[in-house]
């Protein structure tokens, strides 16, 4: 049976959006959430902001 593919599915694939999945420890996920509730941020945003940072400062030249 082939799976069904929802318009969420097909609206990420358009434009680019994958969907990652990573272990980390219990205690850094806390107190990450925690920190992003109290400032009033998205944990997707920071962690894309981390990432774009580490890509520039790692750019090869």
Not at 30 to 36: N, P, V
């Amino acid at each position: 049976m082939e799976k069904k593919s929802r318009p969420q599915d097909n609206w990420d694939k358009k434009n680019g959006y994958v969907l990652k999945s990573f272990k980390m420890y219990q205690t850094l996920f806390d107190e990450f959430k925690a920190t992003c509730q109290r400032l009033g941020v998205t944990q997707s945003g920071q962690i894309s902001k981390l990432m774009k940072q580490f890509v520039e400062e790692n750019r090869e030249k």
